[in-house]
């Protein structure tokens, strides 16, 4: 995939409203200076999930992972 279709897809992402990985991460990145700790679980092409995390703690990561549990149930339901 070219760059002009990359731009065309995020472009027509962002006008329908929808958070696609590559917004997801750069709107992040954008915000990184405020983060204390960073949990990241991804999904790739090939059906693999990947996972990350900043050191902090594991009660406290799997903390955060709970409240995203809740915050995605939660979106759900609206």
Known sequence: MNEKTLNFDAYKAKKEGIVTAHSLLENALNNAENFEQVVVISLDN???VQTGW????GIRTIGLLEVAKQQIMDGMRE
């Open 54 to 57: 900043s050191d902090g703690g």
């Open 46 to 48: 090939e059906g693999y």
